[in-house]
């Protein structure tokens, strides 16, 4: 492991665990993930430090600084479209090349697969957004052969209860591929490869929301 001696710019273990476990100030806070932002070799460490750290009965999620997300965008100057995220296959984990504003980020985290029941800890990326009178999350998991799963979860903004009778459809060149009613609460997209997607939520009455999705 590196320290500050050897490598002036790169986080020692001990920072990125008192990250990790939200002892930072605001101020060392916001200092650790600029500079995670900017060095690959630093993230890695972050990542496996988590993987370390991670408990069985830790499921929480920490929300992203609406600076850090704006950060993240910023690092890629691509010319925006109508696309509301751009996922890219990087190794073993997925990686976000550009974001809407108006989907939240949320910092990646380590937990069983999302249907694995049991599996090791992966790393799952989660965003939300929020359309009309729901709020809308979309876990998004890795899996083999370059191919993503992605449970999309909903609840009401007022009640916070599961909705069960919104329909989610995935559409690929104006062809639908999947369309299913939520099970308490949420549904699977699953082995989705390279390609243009739009993920669409809709009730009985009418389309509630869309998520257009690229994976490169």
Same mark, same amino acid.
């Given at each position: 492991?590196?320290?500050?001696?050897?490598?002036?710019?790169?986080?020692?273990?001990?920072?990125?665990?008192?990250?990790?476990?939200?002892?930072?100030?605001?101020?060392?806070?916001?200092?650790?993930?600029?500079? /995670?932002?900017?060095?690959? @070799?630093?993230?890695?460490?972050?990542?496996?430090?988590?993987?370390?750290?991670?408990?069985? *009965?830790?499921?929480?999620?920490?929300?992203?600084?609406?600076?850090?997300?704006?950060?993240?965008?910023?690092?890629?100057?691509?010319?925006?479209?109508?696309?509301? #995220?751009?996922?890219?296959?990087?190794?073993?984990?997925?990686?976000?090349?550009?974001?809407?504003?108006?989907?939240? #980020?949320?910092?990646?985290?380590?937990?069983?697969?999302?249907?694995?029941?049991?599996?090791?800890?992966?790393?799952?990326?989660?965003?939300?957004?929020?359309?009309? *009178?729901?709020?809308?999350?979309? *876990?998004?998991?890795?899996?083999?052969?370059? /191919?993503?799963?992605?449970?999309?979860?909903?609840?009401? !903004?007022?009640?916070?209860?599961?909705?069960?009778? !919104?329909?989610?459809?995935?559409?690929?060149?104006?062809?639908?591929?999947?369309?299913?009613?939520?099970?308490?609460?949420?549904?699977?997209?699953? *082995?989705? &490869?390279?390609?243009?997607?739009?993920?669409?939520? @809709?009730?009985?009455?009418?389309?509630? &929301?869309?998520?257009? #999705?690229?994976? @490169?």
């Amino acid at each position: 492991m590196r320290t500050k001696n050897e490598h002036k710019k790169c986080l020692t273990e001990t920072e990125l665990g008192a990250y990790v476990e939200d002892r930072l100030s605001p101020s060392e806070r916001e200092d650790l993930e600029g500079h /995670l932002l900017l060095c690959d @070799q630093c993230r890695d460490e972050f990542i496996a430090v988590r993987r370390v750290m991670i408990r069985d *009965d830790v499921v929480d999620v920490i929300e992203a600084p609406d600076h850090l997300m704006q950060k993240v965008i910023s690092m890629f100057p691509e010319k925006r479209s109508i696309l509301d #995220l751009v996922l890219a296959f990087v190794q073993d984990s997925i990686k976000i090349i550009s974001c809407a504003q108006d989907l939240r #980020l949320v910092m990646p985290r380590f937990a069983e697969g999302l249907r694995s029941g049991g599996a090791a800890p992966s790393e799952i990326i989660v965003l939300r957004k929020s359309f009309e *009178d729901i709020n809308v999350r979309f *876990d998004i998991e890795k899996v083999e052969k370059n /191919l993503c799963n992605i449970r999309v979860s909903v609840d009401d !903004i007022d009640e916070k209860k599961p909705q069960g009778a !919104i329909r989610i459809g995935l559409i690929s060149r104006g062809r639908e591929l999947v369309s299913g009613l939520l099970e308490n609460g949420e549904t699977f997209l699953e *082995d989705m &490869g390279k390609g243009e997607y739009i993920i669409k939520i @809709q009730n009985r009455e009418k389309v509630i &929301g869309e998520v257009a #999705l690229k994976i @490169q």
